[in-house]
């Protein structure tokens, strides 16, 4: 696993490691009015940002199931080092939205932590 200092992770580290890790795009998936649906419909939203990045290349739907309407998502290695930087970004805007969380969550899976 490789170690970073908080907020540390370059958005190379992110891509090389979805590239090597998942090839064909990082799963997501979440309960629509979960925390960290409402965290990534809100950072997808935002279009063209200040780093002149968006995520674009990227496959999100609603998908209704038996155990509850979820949000699934197939993010290209690309587009998910822009959603790592824009959840960071949101946690430091709105830190009861639990956006650091789910960062953390999705570098771990890509063997990436920080500290």
Do not use: W
Not at 32 to 56: E, K, M, W, Y
């Amino acid at each position: 696993m490789k170690t970073n200092s908080y907020g540390e992770t370059t958005s190379e580290e992110i891509i090389e490691a979805a590239q090597r890790l998942c090839p064909e795009g990082y799963h997501f998936s979440a309960l629509i009015n979960s925390q960290d649906a409402v965290a990534i419909r809100h950072i997808a939203g935002i279009g063209i940002d200040s780093h002149l990045q968006a995520i674009t290349n990227s496959k999100m739907e609603v998908k209704f199931q038996d155990y509850g309407t979820r949000l699934v998502c197939l993010f290209s290695p690309e587009d998910l080092a822009v959603v790592c930087r824009r959840l960071q970004e949101l946690e430091e805007q709105l830190p009861d939205m639990g956006a650091g969380d789910l960062r953390q969550s999705i570098l771990q899976t890509l063997d990436i932590e920080e500290i």
